[in-house]
């Protein structure tokens, strides 16, 4: 059974840090392209971030680029987004998600998500 | 930057068809999925079109979604739609090497 388990949300003031992390099981996680979706209160949803199965190709929405870093590790299957220089507009609900194998990018199975709040 | 544009709410009564449309530029030469949310839980993939456009459903997915995409307009059909339907919709392109979009979001309410 595939399970996506997000953990490392929390309360930090604005122009703090944070990582967030990721932890797959059930499939073999480095043949996955990965992404991050956030999901601020009472909002839709809002694409963050994109990282290849070796971790060698990343994309990023222009409101995170240049403040987040997506990684991963592939030997303990797990997917991270470090996230600097944190603004009250990033507070949201983040999402891992793993993208499906076919070629047309879709996000076949979701985790639970784990809450950011940026807020002095 | 591209937007993908989706009414805020939808009304059907139980058994009818609910119709929700994602509106974008040049939105058919895309690939399209849907995405069903409900309160408190994570979004759950209800349509996607493989290589060829066809548009699929998930395993576990009820025959009663569907979805078309041509033109401007991607719209995912629910037919007979039943209560346990009420969710938040939304849809999903990647618009570009680069980007992935989704759209605005519908709330659909059985009546």
């Known amino acids: 059974e595939v399970q996506l388990v997000e953990s490392g949300g929390g309360l930090v003031q604005p122009g703090g840090s944070l990582r967030l992390s990721c932890a797959a099981s059930?499939?073999?996680?480095?043949?996955?392209?990965m992404h991050w979706v956030r999901q601020a209160p009472g909002k839709g949803l809002v694409w963050v971030s994109r990282i290849n199965g070796d971790g060698s190709s990343t994309t990023y929405a222009d409101s995170v680029k240049g403040r987040f870093t997506i990684s991963r590790d592939n030997a303990k299957n797990t997917l991270y987004l470090q996230m600097n220089s944190l603004r009250a507009e990033d507070t949201a609900l983040y999402y891992c998600?793993?993208?499906?194998?076919?070629?047309?990018?879709?996000?076949?199975?979701w985790g639970q998500g784990t809450l950011v709040t940026a807020s002095s | 930057s591209y937007e993908l544009t989706q009414p805020p709410s939808v009304s059907v009564s139980p058994g009818q068809t609910a119709s929700i449309t994602c509106s974008g530029d040049?939105?058919?030469?895309?690939?399209v999925s849907w995405y069903q949310q409900k309160p408190g839980q994570s979004p759950v993939l209800v349509i996607y079109?493989?290589?060829?456009?066809?548009?699929k459903r998930p395993s576990g997915i009820p025959e009663r979604f569907s979805g078309s995409n041509s033109g401007n307009t991607a719209t995912l059909t629910i037919s007979g739609t039943q209560a346990v339907d009420e969710a938040d919709y939304y849809c999903q392109a990647w618009v570009s090497s680069t980007a992935g979009v989704f759209g605005t979001g519908t709330k659909v309410t059985v009546l």
């Open positions: 059930g499939f073999t996680f480095s043949l996955y392209w």
């Open positions: 079109e493989d290589i060829y456009q066809d548009k």
């Open positions: 998600a793993r993208e499906s194998e076919m070629a047309t990018i879709y996000f076949d199975y």
């Open positions: 040049k939105l058919g030469d895309k690939y």
